[in-house]
């Protein structure tokens, strides 16, 4: 897509903010019923993505050009898609998308990326990670006691974050693979970057090359199905990968390959995690997680500024996301009672560190942890759990900051205490 096929859409945006809010219908409370953290955080309309639609044809129309100011109107937003939910409810816009594109147009024209993106992106070009970490480091979580098969064409693709940050959840599902009797391959220094941090701040040049470097190297070594912990990872490799390289790889997230573990009893849990725990749902792995669907027909214009799709569009309003595998997993963990938080599903909010934010703006995305770690523990739970290494860094980060008694973990870690093998 280009931003001028969102003109239309951009132009009939009627500002009615409710891309600032979950949908009436599932709002529980005032202090729970936003959807987007930037606007919550900047509060002024072009921080919401109906303010970034009219920012974006403003450039489109040639009204205004990429000045330091909007440029951090466009950066200073998570990618969540929270408000391309919220507005489907109502009208058919695509928020999200159109700020995606107005990224790679600010990029097209020298302005964007910001110079923290700019610092990780040249990391990834050197050194195939974000973190500008060594990559013979990257398999370094790996113990002596963990089984890989390297002619296995299952990949275990850990992930940067994994990697280098969240060890604990490497070293977790490679040993629940290793219980399950699952073999698996791992790339080791090998493995790279999946794109994702390149991709959402609008390089594409640089993210379509990723993605074929990686699509090369999963052919290469055989690969037909792909393990990941990162909702980031899952979510490129998945959904936007597709879009772009051909690949018939079969990717799978760890949650729904456990949930598969203990439907096929390859895994028992048997130990008492005693918890009461609440999830949050990855933005990656939920809502953005909808696969695109192929549409062509005929846009018709039925009154000014008003348009129907024949055959109508197929909607992808977030539901059809990964939410009840790692559900279904803690449900079965013996000792754990889940509690949920008023926003759930499609209408999670957003822990505040993706779309460059965790890098570029830390003060907006430790505070976005913190109004997400406000709503897990308004639940009474002592405990919240995730599937995302980078939401876990930032919900980390936001439980350090406000001196709570919360604990943070990864399914994963879980189900590993849980079959025996954690502490
Ligand atoms: S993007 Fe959608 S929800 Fe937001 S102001 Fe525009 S029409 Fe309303
Ligand atoms: S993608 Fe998320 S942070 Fe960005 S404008 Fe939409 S709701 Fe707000």
New binding site residues.
Partial sequence: MTLGEFEDMMDSCVRCSK?KYIPQLVIQSKRFSS?????DYYNFHA???GG?MITASAYHKGRVEFTPEMLDVIYR????????V?CKWVYEME??EA?HELRIAAVEAGAGPMPKHKKYIEFVDRKKNPYGEDPQKRPAWLTDDVETDESSSTLYFVGCTASYRREEIALATAKILNAAGEEFRLLGSDEMCCGSPVYRVGDQKRALQIMKENIEQFKEAGIKRIITSCSGCYNMLKVEYPRFVEHDIEVIHTSQLIEGFLKDEKIKLTEDVPMKLTYHDP?HLGRMAEPYEEWEGEKIEVLSQVYIYDPPKPERRGAGGVYDAPRNVLKQIPGVELVEMERIREYAY?CGAG?GCKSAYPDFALWASNERLDEAEATGASTLVSTCPFCGTNFLDGLESRDSTMEYFDLTELVLRSIGGGK
């Fill in positions: 891309c959807i987007c953290p930037s606007i921080y919401s993505g970034r937003c998570t990618n969540c898609g929270g408000c391309e919220s928020p999200n700020i933005c957003c779309g």
